[in-house]
């Protein structure tokens, strides 16, 4: 893996070897190191913000790292399964943000199609090589305005939206390219607005626990998920479609829905308990 990330960034060995120690004592480090050396202003919009995901560094080693973290493992496992439940041939994904294409090789090797879209140049070189060396097929698009409306089964879209100036226009953007009854599986931790992770904007910290704001209002239904919300299904309904749901899930989502909301408020107690995890070595 430090050979790897040393090809696609060009970095020494020793560099990265050293780097992902660091990374992993503190998940994050790469990023606050980086971002304090742009000048930029953290958690708040710049248009330059766009540059320095795509060609920066320390993209990279934190997904690396968080790849490695017992709850992204779980949350990618998740999603397996719901798969496995819900869907009985392959289908076409787009994924959104992944990175170093962990997930999107995990999509693939459980046979769906997966179509990547990622900024991050180191990221997108290094998830190349990955599905070249696991001999898998990838598609790349550069940006979600190259893919067609109606186009796409599912959409899975982990860790981004709190980083995105106009979340429920992004949003929008999404459910147009699913298919009727597609689904977007999504993670967005909108309240973590702290000095581990300065891209996170705090203008979205409202958009913490939301449904209509964000996805009803974008004909996206919310159907299953975990419930905490790492992550949440929703399917985009016809007009007047009432999706089937589980109620004991739904509770369970809309109990946590009301534990995220309150964030709006006062994100102390999550945040102190996302930090804990951050901090906390692999």
């Known amino acids: 893996m430090i050979r790897l990330i040393s ?73 397996g399964h719901h798969l496995q439940r819900t869907t009985s041939k392959p289908i076409s994904i787009l994924t959104i943000g992944d990175g170093a294409g962990f997930d999107s090789l995990y999509l693939s090797l459980c046979g769906h199609n997966v179509i990547f879209s990622e900024e991050s140049e180191p990221c997108l070189r290094f998830a190349e090589t990955l599905f070249e ?79 209509n704001s964000l996805y009803t209002l974008n004909g996206l239904e919310l159907i299953d998920g975990r419930t905490l919300w790492d992550p949440i299904v929703l399917k985009k309904c016809e007009p007047g479609e009432t999706p089937q749901r589980n109620p004991t899930t739904m509770a369970r989502l809309r109990i946590g829905g009301w534990l995220l909301a309150t964030a709006r408020v006062w994100n102390g107690p999550h945040n102190w308990i996302a930090s804990r995890i951050m901090q906390r070595p692999v």
């Open 7 to 79: 090809q696609v960034s060009d970095k020494s060995v020793e560099w990265v070897r050293d780097g992902l120690q660091k990374e992993e004592q503190c998940l994050g480090h790469f990023m606050r190191s980086s971002f304090e050396q742009s000048k930029l202003k953290p958690h708040v919009w710049d248009d330059r913000l766009i540059d320095f995901y795509r060609h920066g560094d320390s993209e990279l080693m934190g997904y690396l790292v968080w790849n490695r973290r017992q709850e992204k493992r779980t949350m990618r496992t998740w999603i």
């Open 133 to 211: 060396q696991a001999n898998r097929p990838l598609t790349i698009v550069n940006g979600i305005g190259e893919i067609e409306r109606n186009s796409v089964d599912m959409i899975v879209c982990l860790d981004v939206l709190e980083h995105v100036p106009d979340p429920p226009a992004f949003v929008g953007e999404l459910a147009a390219r699913l298919r009727p009854g597609g689904r977007l599986i999504v993670h967005a931790p909108f309240f973590f607005v702290t000095w581990h992770n300065p891209t996170h904007l705090r203008s979205n910290i409202r958009y913490s626990g939301a449904l």
